[in-house]
């Protein structure tokens, strides 16, 4: 086996209300979304239509987020499992002191910057859905 990408699929409540949370605090762009009709794929959520799914990209990262509906749906394995998970979505990135002001200037309530015993400067967040992001740079 070859492993060639990880894209963390989401289940999520509500893919406009993730899309917005995504954008306008960590600066991702919407790639596609599909529609609950699901009769094509749309490159920009539409006032008044509600989605089943969407992707977004930052740099190199890219998440795929899915309403619950549709992911329980398609994922037979998650169908009796609540939302969420027992694990965190670890990012590196540059910058990490100004992205860590940014976010507390947006009121999202981040973890203590800190060094951990492996050397990465790092903090942690809640997105909109529950989902625990680690953002972390690598100390000089």
């Known amino acids: 086996m070859k492993a060639n990408k990880l894209t963390p699929n989401l289940e999520v409540k509500d893919i406009k209300e993730t899309v917005d949370f995504y954008e306008s605090i960590l600066g991702f762009s919407l790639v ?16 008044g239509k509600d989605y089943v799914y969407a992707l977004v ?3 190199k990262v890219e998440l795929m987020f899915q309403r619950t509906d549709s992911f329980k749906e398609d994922i037979a394995l998650a169908r009796n499992l609540p939302m969420g998970a027992s ?11 100004a992205f860590y002001e940014q976010i507390k200037s947006k009121h999202i309530n981040p973890t203590k910057l800190k060094t951990a015993w492996y050397g990465m400067q790092e903090f942690y967040i809640a ?3 529950g989902y625990i992001l680690g953002f972390a740079e690598k100390n000089d």
């Not at 694990?87 to 002191?97: L, P, T, V």
Request: cysteine-free; overall charge negative; hydrophobic content about 35%.
């Open 57 to 59: 990209k930052k740099d």
């Open 87 to 97: 694990a965190s979505f670890y990012m590196e990135i540059d910058g990490i002191k």
């Open 127 to 129: 997105d909109n859905n």
């Open 32 to 47: 596609m979304a599909v529609p609950e009709t699901q009769d094509g794929i749309e490159q920009a959520l539409a006032e």
